[in-house]
């Protein structure tokens, strides 16, 4: 099947003159995940993981992705005629590396110009001179016959006494900044930012309550390119009260080929070259951080006052999993898929409770190891009352996004996941606990969270934090947790009050065990005097910290500390919405313990 | 007297066409400290503080100095028509702001180009645009009568048991980077760079035993430009079996006005604005870092055991000075300049010393709250048996560069000024204890220094470590540890095995007292596995931490730990050397304490 579809791929790329054609994974808008109708990429290789670029030639087809997918990859490239290549693995040269080497001077490279951020096709020009770059075609899209349809899940408001502020106030402080940086026309088409800005929210796509829509915002006007089908009346009388404007969806490439002898403001990381490409021609693009980026990462106090709320919904069921699964275990037959299962219908029983805000992710034993693993129809394990469950896991409230990862101790553990296991929450609550200047970005903090392991010679593959939306993405720039700097970002991911982290350290021993736990973080200021703003976290996650698997000799007094303060507040906060057998194991999984 | 030198300089500046004149604070090499030929500032202004920044139009003389020195400055500028001007202060503007509102299009900017960076250089251009720069005239050199002569102190061999490697081996490093980076000359100004390149020393800054020299090199050739009377024989046969050709000092300007059609790489950061103006006009430069900065901050195993030694003989000589102090408050009179004095006494007392690394701060009671606090002949404290005295002083020996600060408790104290003397020491001990992964930058440690001054609202508003050259400048770039991202900064400034850094946190409360606690510390290599390569760092400065100032109620168990080994090793280290009454001392100053 693969190989009819290359085939005939190729054949387009013959009569387009198309030299090497490249199929990213993304949808017009750079977003982190993509639906049914952008997955080209798995359409012409057959690789269904969530990242991962295919370059096609008439003599080759080959697909790049990383360590997380490269044993999936194999088995479903098999037979395909596509070859792995595995990233980062000595020897396998990057995308780019293999188009220096795969075309010559005077070749051409195809893509969807829709699919590729303007960033990504000005690497494509400088790296690779003398090379012509198509990019007005969508060859998959030609060729894909039974292609699944554009989603436009009705769009909805978002009701004031959940945003806090309304789109009219975000639209004057977005034009505003336009005005500072001296331009007169916004192009934004990043999904969340609209609907932040717009106070609305849809569902085009799974988990992340986005709408299709490109918008286009002036001094006086906005535009917002939106499908007819997805809006009621009273969407559309919201939106016309906002000033905006609206066109079909996909006229916004003909609209943007009229703009001329503007500066304009966008964001060439998060803009597609297509619209780049035409806007450059005619004017002036001051490249910055979207201004909704860095307004809506600072939550206003009524959205801090909902995601409060929302976690101690999801502390709730996150809890009664917790407990479900602790009298249960080696009684029920329970497997990854179930126990997910019986996590969401108690999410389920929460009062304004929409949908999981990512694919849970629910690993037991060695599974966990495997920092993505996602259990599969076919592909999935029972617990047995022995070792370490992991289950990371979020859901889309009115009241916000929640994100929490516990991992359990679902039977007899060993010294050494009991050790992990304690240093792992020593990690998460020593970062918590920070007190720091303002100014601060996570790359200050971050050692609070591994310095117990570093300090044993371990570590964890993978950021501590990431900056979480409202009702929105789980994941969302530009506030993060991490030790390497980027010196492009550092400047715009100061930590300032209202900014919701995540945190959390894991660590992940191969064949064997896979810890993690995971709190949202709320920043906030502390005093501020003669030495500056002082700032420190709120955690606002509220579920247990399994201690059957703490072990303190492991842990300072200050640690000790720490998790018995936040075991405090669990058992206040949780308790009162419990039965009473519940409670009373609250009671006892939120014991002090002593040093 | 300043009057009179002014009205001579606007005659000047008239005759030249120039409608204001900027001299800043530097030599021809952007060395941090000037010597007495340079202090062009101090002659025109009075101002005599070590940082400023003079502008002198027809209308206003003004000076721009930092918090360290208004005071002075308020009273040297008294009565000589220059108007102090307080960087930082609110209302108060900056040169730039001041030359842009104080000159029009057209006028002219004067200033020697020799003085003034490529960097600043380019500033004044963008800044001041359509303002004509005048930089070929040295306006306060043309009216200095009694201008001091230019240094020229002996160049002596270091010997490779103390370089550890050779000159030719360093120059071929050297040319093996200018051609990664494809540049066929390299033009080198700065001093320490120079000196750490040919293994040679000098004199010609005092502190810094540096030589007045700039450097032209080729793949085949060296141009030196040096005073041929601060060369003997020897060092002139050394020199030309490197392959360099000697020039005198001044013909560098000549030399490079011949250079044409090259690549050539050079720090604009560190290189003078007349210099690079005559190059760019006939070559391309590559602004890079110099290689040799990033060379000689990594020390080699001979020159790490060397400092090694050079620590165990400073860590000697303060010992005994706190002994001796110990001893002798309340019964000898002792100030803050006879302190100086008996330290740099016992010094020198150590074989290889050769002189101070930098001018001593010493200094008693509340003037130790000021950070850059120095006594001098007119103006110092006697030290009475209460309080802290603070020294931070160090040592230029042939096995290296010393930097030391210990806060000694001189009688009684407040309870204040124990958990401060105590959280400081907490701080220094923390940081140098840190094990962190390659990569990591001192930005990722600071955290370490600070928590303890954080947690309780505290901060000090200085760098928390800077690196140490080998009996070279006691600051030297690139590695450091501080809390504040330096995006441009930060891809040189990874911790490698083999920098040396300063580890110096501290408490300034004005009025009351200064607490500041330095060691030096060595970066190592710990284990390497499959998480990647550990790091740590090994203190090199021993000398005990006063015990007598520190309260243990405020330590978490670890840090008494920390300093416990600590003293250990200090008594190890030190006491072989010292009498049996200082022995007997040390052993009850270095006693393990309980928590």
Not at 348 to 377: D, L, R
Request: hydrophobic share 35%; with cysteine; net charge negative.
């Amino acid at each position: 099947m693969i190989a009819e579809r290359l085939t005939t791929l190729r054949q387009k790329m013959k009569e387009c003159g198309m030299d090497a054609y490249l199929v990213p994974t993304a949808d017009y808008h750079e977003s982190e995940y993509v639906g049914p109708y952008f997955k080209c990429r798995a359409y012409i290789t057959g690789f269904t993981g969530s990242a991962g670029t295919a370059v096609i030639t008439q003599d080759e087809a080959c697909l790049w992705t990383d360590g997380r997918y490269f044993v999936q990859a194999a088995k479903e490239l098999q037979d395909t005629g596509v070859t792995l290549m595995k990233m980062g693995q000595e020897g396998v040269p990057t995308v780019i590396e293999y188009l220096q080497s795969h075309t010559k001077e005077g070749m051409t490279l195809g893509f969807d110009g829709r699919v590729v951020n303007e960033n990504l096709g000005e690497t494509f020009e400088e790296k690779l001179p003398e090379r012509f770059l198509s990019y007005r075609n969508d060859l998959i899209g030609d060729i894909w016959s039974d292609r699944p349809a554009l989603p436009a899940e009705p769009v909805w408001i978002l009701d004031q006494k959940y945003a806090g502020e309304s789109a009219l106030d975000k639209l004057a402080k977005v034009r505003k900044k336009m005005k500072e940086l001296n331009t007169s026309v916004h192009v934004l088409t990043s999904l969340d930012d609209i609907v932040w800005m717009l106070n609305i929210r849809g569902n085009d796509i799974p988990c992340n309550p986005v709408v299709l829509s490109y918008l286009i915002l002036t001094e006086e006007e906005g535009h917002l390119f939106i499908q007819d089908k997805a809006l009621n009346d009273d969407v559309k009388t919201y939106l016309h009260d906002l000033g905006m404007k609206l066109h079909p969806y996909d006229a916004v490439y003909d609209f943007i080929s009229e703009i001329k002898g503007q500066n304009i403001l966008l964001e060439k990381g998060y803009v597609n070259y297509t619209i780049c490409q035409s806007l450059m021609a005619e004017n002036t693009i001051t490249d910055h951080m979207n201004p909704t980026t860095s307004l809506k990462a600072v939550k206003n106090p009524t959205e801090m006052e909902n995601i409060r709320k929302a976690h101690i919904k999801d502390g709730i069921a996150v809890t009664r999993f917790i407990y479900w699964l602790k009298q249960n275990i080696g009684k029920l037959p329970i497997d990854e898929l179930s126990a997910a299962e019986k996590l969401e219908s108690l999410r389920k029983e929460q009062e304004g409770y929409i949908e999981p805000s990512f694919e849970t992710i629910s690993a037991y034993g060695p599974n966990a190891a495997m920092c993505h693993y996602q259990p599969t129809e076919n592909d999935f394990a029972q617990l047995k009352p022995e070792g370490f469950y992991l289950v990371d896991s979020g859901g889309q409230y009115y009241e916000g996004t929640t994100d929490i990862t516990r991992t359990i101790a679902v039977g007899p553990l060993t010294e050494e996941q009991k050790e992990h296991f304690t240093i792992t929450a020593m990690g998460t609550l020593r970062l918590g606990n920070a007190k720091f200047l303002h100014g601060c970005i996570g790359v200050n903090l971050d050692y609070l969270a591994r310095s117990a392991f570093w300090e044993r010679g371990l570590d964890f593959n993978h950021g501590t934090g990431h900056g979480v939306g409202f009702l929105l993405n789980v994941h969302e720039r530009p506030n993060d947790i991490r030790w390497k700097v980027a010196p492009e970002r550092a400047k715009y991911a100061v930590l300032e009050e209202g900014m919701l982290t995540s945190d959390e350290p894991g660590i992940y021993i191969e064949g064997s065990h896979g810890i993690r736990t995971e709190n949202l973080m709320l920043c906030r200021k502390a005093e501020k005097n003669s030495y500056g703003q002082f700032m420190n976290f709120e955690f606002v996650t509220f579920v247990p910290i399994d201690l059957d698997a703490i072990d303190t000799q492991y842990m300072a007094e200050k640690d000790v500390e720490l998790l018995n303060t936040y075991h405090k507040e669990v058992y206040e906060k949780i308790s009162p919405y419990l039965t009473e057998e519940e409670k009373e194991w609250l009671k006892e999984a939120t014991r002090p313990l002593k040093k």
